[in-house]
């Protein structure tokens, strides 16, 4: 519960059964470095066997992308609800190695070799459709994204049992904030885990090449990358991120903030005059949508929940930037340091707006509009 409250800034009203569970290095990546997917996968319906051997609960809900437990579920006599995030497995990452093209989830060994990237699309394709049957076991599937509900649709093939629900975004604490922000020292913000997906390297390297075209009668900026590490690869991730601040020479315009309390993230939310983010196909975007709800203009991926969802016109005005390459984000960066504060505002403003969209009443909302029809077969 103090976790919760000093992490998230969630206050439970009673404390959680909590049943602690011992076979959890069978879901840990560390544990398959190759044929990760399926190791994972087949872990986690050991993992979920000591889980329901301990406890079998009557609705078995799943938050955590463990599909192929489903089934076991199932026998157990649950009933199983889904809260999907991010699909296992998706057609763009079929179609990126098809493409042969690298990413941290498409190494530069197996984009760079013809016959590597056919055996992959066969093992994708296979995982693929052994993921489509076991999610359809789902009785109700609730999804957080346009992008995800497309791609579960496509997968699990249950439509009608699929219902896109925005995630809860504390969107009215931060919309108490002031929208006017310090102008010495302008604060670009960025806030992810410290994990290759959320391409950190990318940040830096497009702050350091706004920073280098950067009129000399503007104030020099600073760039806070904000996250939490989970293991030593995080860490070690993290380190090299410092030690690239230093090669790019921006480690004095850089900060980094390691697991700090969310109290504190309301702090620098608070200053900030953009925030930035750079995962490709994030599923929704949580800390995109806090930019916006705190009056911090966002620089988002292209792609996924960012563009399908988030960052849209409100009301016919602008509400932040999209960008792919390293010259895209720092266009967006030099255009948010120099365009003038009226302007800004006016951008924030929107941006707060659209933010509201994704606020915890409307998920309280939708969730429970979701799941109401299995509790009612049961009552």
Known sequence: MARATDRFGVHLVNPPKVVHLNKRKWIEETTYPRFTMIG?????????????????????????????TYPLARLFGCKVISYTHY??????????VRARSALYNNE?????????????????????????????YALTVMVNSSWTQSHIVKLWRIPERTKRVYPPCDTSGLQALPLERPTDVPAI??????????????QLQAFAKAISKLDAGLPKPKLQLVGSCRNE???????????????LKVENDVEFHKNILYKDLVKLLGAAIAGIHTMTDEHFGISVVEFMAAGAVPIAHNSAGPKMDIVLEEDGHKTGFLAQSEDEYAEAVLEVLSMPETKRLEMAAAARKRAGRFSEQRFYEDFKASIRPILCQTS
């Open 189 to 202: 913000i960025s806030v992810a885990q410290f994990r290759p997906e959320k391409a950190h390297p990318l």
């Open 108 to 136: 530069d060994l197996i984009a760079k070799s013809v016959w590597l990237s056919r055996c992959k699309i066969i093992y994708y394709s296979i995982f693929s459709w052994l993921y489509g049957l076991v999610g359809s």
């Open 87 to 96: 699909p296992t497995i998706s057609s763009d990452m079929i179609s990126r």
């Open 40 to 68: 994972q996968s087949l872990g986690s319906v050991y993992l979920s066997w000591e889980a329901l051997c301990k406890f079998t609960p009557m609705y078995y809900f799943d938050t955590s992308g463990y599909a192929f």
């Open 233 to 247: 690869a995080d860490e070690d991730r993290l380190q090299k991120l410092k030690e690239m601040a230093v090669k």
